[in-house]
T-cell receptor
Framework: KQEVTQIPAALSVPEGENLVLNCSFT??????LQWFRQDPGKGLTSLLL?????REQTSGRLNASLDKSSGRSTLYIAASQPGDSATYLC???????????FGKGTKLTVNP | SAVISQKPSRDICQRGTSLTIQCQVD?????MFWYRQQPGQSLTLIAT?????????ESGFVIDKFPISRPNLTFSTLTVSNMSPEDSSIYLC???????????????FGEGSRLTVL
């Protein structure tokens, strides 16, 4: 059974700090690893997708990496801002399926 | 990315009633998915809505409780039937885009429908 774990469950940092969010998965037959952002009471916004053949993806201040051998992905946020405050979710799919298995998320608070 | 609209955005419902949630996409998509997010929990897939055939349900979810329609490639509905307080959740519609240079398997979500059952 696929399981996705995110640690820590919550993180509070001062504005301007660089930070790393962690995601681990049990299924090595990963196809895609996708990071999302969820604001309170809202839907999910896709941030980055890493395909199994890739090691990392970057978008602006965000960088996501994927290490299939260790079953880990990280989301690096540079120069954090209060507007980055949200819950960050990672999710994986297996090959041949577009069904996502989600972690429980990391709730990030960036303090001004 | 696609524009995915869900209605209603939120509702308060009485126990024993049913509610239908609509999902409209601004482009044709092959597969649409319905997820549930219970309070404090992550997202769980309810079913895959297939155009022209019955939905495919995940373990623990049944058609009688969560009937799904998919009349065309841009629209789907999810009904939550005979609701109880345990059905209080955010219900989210999701689609995969195969056009516009997007990588295969990237999924996009609607804003969600927050249901509270009293």
């Amino acid at each position: 059974k696929q399981e996705v774990t995110q640690i820590p469950a919550a993180l509070s940092v001062p504005e301007g700090e660089n930070l790393v969010l962690n995601c681990s998965f049990t299924d090595s037959a990963i196809y895609n690893l996708q990071w999302f952002r969820q604001d309170p009471g809202k839907g999910l916004t896709s941030l980055l997708l890493i395909q199994s053949s890739q090691r990392e993806q970057t978008s602006g201040r965000l960088n996501a990496s994927l290490d299939k051998s260790s079953g880990r992905s990280t989301l690096y946020i540079a120069a954090s801002q209060p507007g980055d405050s949200a819950t960050y979710l990672c999710a994986q799919t297996q090959g041949g399926s577009e069904k996502l298995v989600f972690g429980k998320g990391t709730k990030l608070t960036v303090n001004p | 990315s696609a524009v995915i609209s869900q209605k209603p955005s939120r509702d308060i419902c009485q126990r024993g009633t049913s509610l239908t949630i609509q999902c409209q996409v601004d482009s044709q998509v092959t597969m649409m998915f319905w997820y549930r997010q219970q309070p404090g929990q992550s997202l769980t897939l309810i079913a895959t809505a297939n155009q022209g055939s019955e939905a495919t349900y995940e373990s623990g979810f049944v058609i009688d409780k969560f009937p799904i329609s998919r009349p065309n490639l841009t629209f789907s509905t999810l009904t939550v039937s005979n609701m109880s307080p345990e059905d209080s959740s955010i219900y989210l519609c999701s689609v995969a885009l195969q056009t516009g240079g997007r990588p295969p398997g990237e999924l996009f979500f609607g804003e969600g429908s927050r249901l509270t059952v009293l």
